[in-house]
């Protein structure tokens, strides 16, 4: 099971911290992305990070922006969002996976998804 928290109401510019908490399975072994869903819009790809934390990849439009990382000790993924702007406003999910991908459809798990807005 996957928990994701730490959503919501920021203006642009601001920082927000996403985490999402696992359960019920060796966490390490697990790689973990974030995905995104605006409204009206499908899905999108946000980062990835491996197993052991050794390895992340992150969309064009928010490198530089959005750090993805890992906690093995507590089971946790993050996702720090600097310099957030209106188009950031999504739904964002966590997810986990046995492999290493970049399309929703890869992944087995998801967490609920938390909302953040980005206002101008």
């Known amino acids: 099971q996957l928990q994701a928290s730490g959503g919501g109401l920021v203006q642009a510019g601001d920082s927000l911290r996403l985490s999402c908490a696992a359960s019920?399975?060796?966490?390490?072994?697990?790689?973990m992305a974030w995905f995104r869903r605006a409204p009206g819009r499908e899905r999108e790809f946000v980062a990835v990070?491996?197993?052991?934390?050794?390895?992340?990849y992150y969309t064009d439009s928010m490198k530089g922006r959005f750090t993805i990382s890992r906690d093995n000790a507590k089971n946790t993924v993050y996702l720090q969002m600097n310099s957030l702007k209106p188009e950031d406003t999504a739904v964002y999910y966590c997810?986990?996976?046995?492999?290493?991908?970049?399309?929703?459809?890869?992944?087995?798990?998801w967490g609920q998804g938390t909302q953040v807005t980005v206002s101008s």
């Open positions: 997810a986990a996976d046995d492999g290493w991908s970049y399309s929703p459809e890869r992944y087995d798990y």
């Open positions: 019920g399975r060796t966490f390490s072994s697990l790689t």
């Open positions: 990070i491996s197993g052991l934390g050794r390895r992340t």
